[in-house]
């Protein structure tokens, strides 16, 4: 019976911190148990990858999603602190699996508009100002190796502000984003990643990629570009 205790103390010392068990975080996501059980796969090794604490820091993430640890990466760095809900500047098991839940292609759409709403809104005013749309602009241009002149990228903002800013403020609030995102549906088509329905233990390594072409992601990388290039379509 001692012996068993003692295994049983060991297994509960070495779980990670902020460690949530699997069947509870099946019950409040759109993954399975042996889908949790895939994704802790996952979580382990982007946790140990520079720091080995059962915990993923800001670098690693930076590293697994977009290849760089240290290069100031806007987008990136938004993502991570959407990621750690608790603000403590780690991401936890239980966070990375609801966090990536809004990726599911079963999630509610009103989770995916409101997230891409949150990543967009850098300052945390709850609102998508001007300046925050050109950081975002840059950022996905950044991100497609493309290149414009500066007056076409404040053209672009200033064609999406006069878009979607309906009320005439100056910047767009979440039910703006909302008719924004119903006029067009592909602004949140990054928000969907197919594979996380079909994850088995043998997890593939995606670390989140899209399905999209690479001739769309030029043109459709992180959603603003959707309205942004389409100044191109219209001239």
Known sequence: M??????????????????????????????????????YILFEQLSSSIVDDGQIHKEEFLLALFNCSSKKNILAERLFELFDLKRNGVIEFGEFVRSLNIFHPDAPEADKIAFAFRLYDLRHTGYIEREELKEMVLATLHESELSLSNDDIEAIVDKTLQEADLKGDGKIDPEEWKELVAKYPSLIKNMTLPYLREITLAFPSFVMETEVPDSDLKSNHIGVSNIMLRRGDSS
Do not use: D, M, Q
């Not at 205790?5 to 069947?23: I, R, T, Y």
């Open 2 to 39: 001692r012996s068993i205790a003692n295994c049983f103390c060991l297994s509960k010392a070495n779980k990670a911190p902020g460690f949530e068990e699997h069947a509870i975080l099946a019950s409040e996501t759109n993954f399975n148990v042996n889908e949790v059980e895939a994704l």
